[in-house]
């Protein structure tokens, strides 16, 4: 379901600032000078940039959508194909890839010469060894999905895709453009037609190979994505993005469908992580074979790639 034509892992990072605060804060009928406030910080900008880097995939379908992914000089981290039309996968193939090294959680290792030395007017994505700070010391913004933004508890929705896409628009001087994608996609979710099924769902980020087991709260857009397509999120009640989460606690929630989220690799694995957990045969999911993987950024954070993510988990469990 890639329909970025019209229109996106890195996984576990810490959560984020409310959307409300980060939409664009220029003054009224001013251009450049243009100020975001992004992670609550404000971030200026005297033209629409030129030279961006990537540092996480989520930015991707926004600037599609705009046609300014041809304004990336250079890119880093996973991008898997799944994600992507033929059209965005042809332009991410022109740009250069710094590096898609990560850690065993999926974090993305690259130093900051690397960053610094493609000479960005913009980097989309913090990461942990390359902070907003370190870069604004050598005058270079940084935007970050709002919802990935540190401390944030605010629950996210779908109008956050819309709210980021106009808040791009403004930063790239496309506002006419953000206009006409905001519209598509909200045509998009109106055809959306999953009243609530009366069955509980929890989504899931496994660890392959063993070790935890993580689920998502209600700060996070997998709460509203579950809601969307007609479940309960048995995890909702938590205002927490993303917790560590025992098979005990799952197996006292039983959820009746299981969404599991990977960044990269073999998806049977990832679903294997957590069938092959003794005692996961106890689960409903599992027993009646009602477990899908997703890739990451079809639910997080919110971007146009929610959407396909949703309605891929509607067309799944349609019943």
Known sequence: MKKIAVLSAVLLVAAGCGAADDGAAA????????????????????????????????AVPYLQDLGVLDRVTARAGQYPKEYYDEATLAALDKIPLLTDKTDTSGHLQISKEVVISQQPDLVFGEVDNLSRDTLAAVDIPLLEEPAMCPDNTTAPTFDDI??????YGKV???????????????ERMA?????????????????????????????????????????????????????????EELLGRNPDVLILLYGDGDPAKVEQAVTSLPGAEKLKAVQNKQVMTQLFNFTEPPSPLSIDGLERIVERFKQ
């Open 27 to 58: 003054d009224a009928g001013s251009g450049y000078p243009l100020t975001v406030k992004n992670c609550g910080v404000d971030v200026t900008f005297d033209k629409a940039p030129e030279r961006t880097v990537l540092l996480k995939s989520a």
């Open 162 to 167: 819309y709210a980021q896409l106009t808040s």
């Open 172 to 186: 790239f001087d496309r506002p006419n453009e953000a206009a006409t994608a905001v519209k598509a996609l909200q």
């Open 191 to 247: 055809k959306i037609n999953a009243p609530k099924s009366g069955r509980t769902a929890a989504v899931l980020y496994p660890t392959v190979g063993g070790g935890v087991t993580y689920a998502y709260g209600s700060a996070s857009m997998a709460d509203p994505q579950l809601k969307a397509a007609g479940f309960e999120n048995v995890f909702g009640e938590s205002k927490e993005r993303v917790f560590e989460v025992t098979l």
